[in-house]
């Protein structure tokens, strides 16, 4: 078990949203949680990203307490990518995805030769290499999208914590990262686990997905065993068929509705 | 931006070639700038003269250079690095052009302090009695900027400090103190808030080697300390959750930053009195020479050093025989700046 929340109660303030909720991830998978806004699918990835700290229970990476772990050492083993971040005004791509190296330097080691090829290396993976001089406000959505990926990869971690990655994007820039994240698990061997709104294409890029509902787990597994039409009711109160995706075999959410 | 990697045996270093060129050319002119400054007075001097009285010890005008001008001199540069340092990490931090020590409550709450301590000691004709003769002026002023500034970040705190939310309180706290100000001045004698005025505008007048060995004993401890948290400083601009991300301590990285700035703003205000705007533009423009990110620390602090040497010549030299405040001086010169700045914001 890479990352463990163990009977976690979240919230802010005197607002919990989530009470006694247990998750495991598994080394080597991609996981997807699903639900209606607000089920607290993005404050269960926050906690398990230690940018939130549970008021109850605890959250173990590799086994430990990750709030007994200075942040710095987390930071070297788990990337996380926040929901819509923020950077500085007139930031380049290139300045961006050096950020990323910031656990692994020191005031008197601030830009190895280790530093310079894996922000290289980050930005050839996601295709910026020849964008990396130009101000990130200048890119469209999906460009921008995969230079903060590309930032998270240059922190070099096995571990990757995804949230929302592919809002405000189009379908072809949605499907453009997931091949990307796609590409990190099975060609880097990394361990992703990111909060998605499309359930077609949740389906199809998780190994394992995991559907809440009012801040509990409903069901986690296999996506065909997940994404059933009791499930759409209970967790979305959508009435929906899932047929077979022609192209890759995953569950397809039909919903039902109104139609001609 | 021309940076290079500077490596030697496993250590690393990113080095911006403009950054060093304005240091380096930051340094040149506030020497040239200290040595003209230093010619006037009663007695007026050529620089070959202040350069002789300077480093000659037998030179006629070695007492006058070294006990009056030198020390003068020193105080203003070494004043407006403090505080252009101090306005660098405040605006980082608060991800905002226009906050500077004011905000932070500083300035006004040493202001508060002085005023009350030179109105409630009250004698007039210059005699000092009570609190002021036992404390001073710089003690005051020290405790008044250390105190607003905890009263600033206390409102401003809740479960973390949002910049935003301590530009906001600041404003509002820097409010209240300049109104306690004006009231402490209406209800004093004529002639102590004669004397309270000079030093509220901020002015280098008859500021001796006493002055100067604060503001560099803290400079001496505290470049060093915030070069050192530059990193941080840098993460902190990013949103919160990515500051985490990336490894870095928020809460504590953002306090002792502050700690820092308050600090520096409060030793550079108790020497020289409150001068305004060169914590606000000093590290604006060190990020225009630099064409970088953010404020640079140590361009900036060089520029606030040679902004205070010409606001200070200028402030003797204008109405000559008269002299000016130097924060007289910077006020006007600072004043269309920030007007620019809140123009250029809008748009």
């Known amino acids: ?15 919990t949203i989530v009470d006694g909720l247990d998750l495991g991830i598994e080394a080597g998978t991609v996981t997807t949680i699903i639900g209606p806004n607000g089920c607290g699918k993005s404050t269960l990835l926050r906690a398990l ?3 939130l700290r549970p008021q109850g229970g605890e959250v173990l990476l590799d086994g430990k307490r990750i709030d007994r772990i200075p942040t710095r050492e987390v930071a070297k083993i788990l990337g996380v990518l926040p929901q819509a971040p923020t950077a500085p005004e007139g930031l380049t791509v290139a300045d961006l ?7 692994h330097q020191t005031w008197y080691r601030q830009w190895s030769s280790d530093d310079e090829a894996a922000v290289g290396e980050a930005l050839a993976m996601t295709g910026l290499a020849d964008l990396a001089e130009r101000p990130l406000d200048e890119l469209s959505g999906g ?9 998270a990869l240059a922190q070099g971690t096995d571990l990757l914590l995804l949230d929302e990655p592919t809002t405000f994007l189009d379908l072809a820039h949605q499907v453009e990262v997931l091949e990307l994240v796609r590409h990190l698990h099975r060609e880097a061997s990394r361990t992703i686990v990111m909060v998605l709104h499309d359930l077609n294409l949740a389906a199809r890029y998780a190994d394992r997905l995991v559907a809440m509902r009012d801040g509990r787990v409903v069901a986690a597994g296999d996506p065909h065993e997940v994404l059933t039409e009791e499930l759409m009711r209970e967790v979305f109160e959508l009435d929906a068929k899932i047929i077979a995706d022609p192209v890759a075999g995953t569950p397809l959410v039909i919903p039902i509705g109104t139609h001609r | 931006m021309t940076t290079f990697p500077l490596r030697v045996a496993g250590l690393s270093w990113q080095v911006r070639l403009r950054g060093v060129a304005v240091t380096l050319g930051g340094l040149v002119l506030l020497g040239l700038l200290m040595a003209l400054n230093m010619r006037i007075g009663d007695i007026r001097m050529s620089v070959a003269e202040v350069l002789g009285g300077t480093f000659d010890v037998n030179s006629a005008n070695h007492f006058v250079i070294m006990e009056l001008r030198l020390p003068r001199a020193l105080t203003g540069a070494l004043v407006g690095a403090a505080l252009a340092l101090s306005g660098a990490i405040i605006q980082s931090i608060a991800r905002n052009p226009l906050a500077s020590p004011e905000i932070l409550g500083v300035t006004t709450g040493a202001s508060v302090t002085v005023v009350a301590g030179v109105v409630a000691s009250g004698s007039a004709y210059g005699g000092v009695s009570g609190l002021l003769s036992t404390l001073g002026i710089p003690a005051l002023a020290l405790l008044g900027g250390l105190g607003g500034a905890a009263i600033v970040y206390a409102l401003a705190w809740r479960r973390g400090l949002d910049g935003y939310r301590l530009v906001l309180v600041g404003i509002g706290v820097a409010a209240v103190f300049t109104n306690v100000k004006y009231w402490l001045l209406t209800i004093g004698d004529v002639n102590d808030t004669g004397r309270a005025m000079v030093w509220i505008s901020g002015s ?12 560099a004993l803290a ?3 505290l470049v060093p300390l915030t070069l050192l948290g530059t990193r941080s400083l840098d993460a902190l601009r990013f949103g919160d959750d990515t500051v985490t991300a990336l490894g870095v301590r928020m809460n504590p990285a953002r306090a002792l930053m502050i700690l820092a700035a308050v600090l520096l703003a409060a030793v550079a205000t108790a020497s020289a009195g409150p001068i305004a705007f060169v914590a606000l533009a000093a590290p604006q423009i060190a990020l225009r020479l630099t064409r970088s990110g953010q404020p640079p620390l140590l361009s900036s602090a060089m520029v606030g050093a040679v902004l205070t040497a010409v606001a200070d010549l200028i402030a003797r030299t204008v109405f000559s025989p008269i002299e000016l405040p130097v924060g007289v001086v910077t006020a006007v010169l600072g004043a269309p700046y920030l007007i620019h700045l809140i123009w250029k914001a809008r748009k």
């Open chain 1, 143 to 151: 460009q921008r999208q995969r230079a903060w990926i590309s930032m």
């Open chain 1, 97 to 103: 995805v050096a950020r990323g190296r910031h656990p």
């Open chain 2, 204 to 215: 280098l007048n008859g500021r001796g080697w006493e002055h100067v060995v604060p503001v």
């Open chain 2, 219 to 221: 400079l001496a401890v």
């Open chain 1, 49 to 51: 990203g230690r940018l």
């Open chain 1, 1 to 15: 078990m890479r990352l463990q929340a163990v009977d976690v109660k979240l919230g802010y303030g005197d607002r």
